[in-house]
């Protein structure tokens, strides 16, 4: 149901049809309306053992009531994941109550776990941690996935070895000095390989075995770099084994979210004041005064 609306929106889109941002918007509020009913009395379930992948994810109080409709679109996958584990902090949730919308699901394949805050980061960190040699999938609690969202990303395993693949990325840029432009001048990047492609975690993230480096997991240089920008800190632990990144989604079309989500997010932490992403990228960069010498060498090439 939702590839349908989401593919006849990029035929739109392809066909530079006017009208085409008109009918994203009204296919997402269809989606929007309509799933929810057909979903909340599915009960197929939704993993196959044999699976290589697994897709991770977390959320937070103010979500919690709606984050069953993501993992209700992944459930539905066509290529079925080995797990889907959602990551919730013990400290949000002390008494583990949880609305039975969410814990229906569990009979469905989901599996939750309880863990320490480490805010976006925990999206990747355990499930990382403890599956080392498995294909990991990152999705974000907010979005509605098409049926063929995993097995899209799967495929491009052969064409792209040992390179973390994405549905939405931005490539860095730079200044005619040969410094880092801010964040907003980043570039939309669809198709290309590299070490300046920045993947983006709202369209999901694929990412091989041993594609971080083993720091990812230094929890006091977390806290103390990107706590709140998870990004750009999986960025620098990609490049720290020297891992690239590509965009395989060539619509160009970001996939349709929770309407029902839009009072909370990481978005506000990012924009409140000076950009977050900014700040966070300047600190990354001292820290690890390779990267950026890695990746300026990238563009001398």
């Given at each position: 149901m939702i590839k349908f609306f989401y593919e006849l929106t990029v035929k739109l889109k392809q066909k530079n049809m006017k009208v085409w941002p008109w009918f994203y918007k009204i296919n997402k509020v269809i989606i929007n309306l309509f799933y929810p009913c057909f979903q909340f009395f599915n009960k197929k379930y939704g993993l196959d053992e044999n699976s290589s992948v697994i897709v991770s994810l977390t959320s937070f109080p103010e979500r919690i009531n709606i984050v069953w409709l993501?993992?209700?679109?992944?459930?539905?996958?066509n290529l079925k994941?080995?797990?889907?584990?959602?990551?919730?902090?013990?400290?949000?949730?002390?008494t583990h109550k949880l609305p039975y919308s969410l814990k229906r699901l569990c009979k469905r394949g989901l599996e939750i776990q309880y863990c320490e805050d480490l805010k976006p980061h925990k999206k990747y960190f355990f499930t990382?941690?403890?599956?080392?040699?498995?294909?990991?999938?990152?999705?974000?609690?907010?979005?509605?996935?098409?049926?063929?969202?995993?097995?899209?990303l799967v495929k491009n395993v052969k064409k792209y070895p040992n390179t973390i693949i994405c549905n939405w990325a931005h490539k860095?840029?730079?200044?005619?000095?040969?410094?880092?432009?801010?964040?907003?001048?980043?570039?939309?990047?669809?198709?290309?390989?590299?070490?300046?492609?920045?993947?983006?975690?709202?369209?999901?993230?694929?990412?091989?075995?041993?594609?971080?480096?083993?720091?990812?997991?230094?929890?006091?240089?977390?806290?103390?770099?990107?706590?709140?920008?998870?990004?750009?800190w999986l960025k620098c632990m990609a490049l720290k084994n020297n891992?690239?990144?590509?965009?395989?989604?060539?619509?160009?079309?970001?996939?349709?979210?929770?309407?029902?989500?839009?009072?909370?997010?990481?978005?506000?932490?990012?924009?409140?004041?000076?950009?977050?992403?900014?700040?966070?990228?300047?600190?990354?960069?001292?820290?690890?005064?390779e990267l950026e010498e890695l990746m300026k060498g990238e563009i001398r090439k």
């Open positions: 993501t993992i209700a679109t992944i459930l539905n996958q994941p080995k797990k889907i584990i959602l990551w919730l902090a013990q400290d949000q949730f002390p990382m941690k403890n599956y080392k040699e498995s294909f990991i999938i990152t999705i974000d609690d907010d979005m509605l996935y098409p049926e063929d969202f995993i097995e899209n860095i840029t730079f200044d005619q000095k040969g410094d880092f432009n801010p964040y907003k001048l980043w570039v939309h990047s669809s198709n290309e390989v590299g070490k300046l492609i920045v993947p983006i975690g709202c369209c999901g993230i694929l990412y091989p075995p041993n594609s971080l480096n083993l720091e990812v997991f230094e929890i006091e240089k977390i806290k103390k770099l990107a706590f709140y920008c998870d990004d750009l891992t690239l990144a590509v965009n395989v989604n060539l619509n160009d079309l970001i996939f349709f979210n929770n309407l029902r989500n839009q009072k909370s997010g990481l978005w506000k932490h990012n924009t409140l004041g000076e950009n977050r992403n900014d700040k966070v990228w300047s600190d990354l960069m001292d820290a690890y005064k």
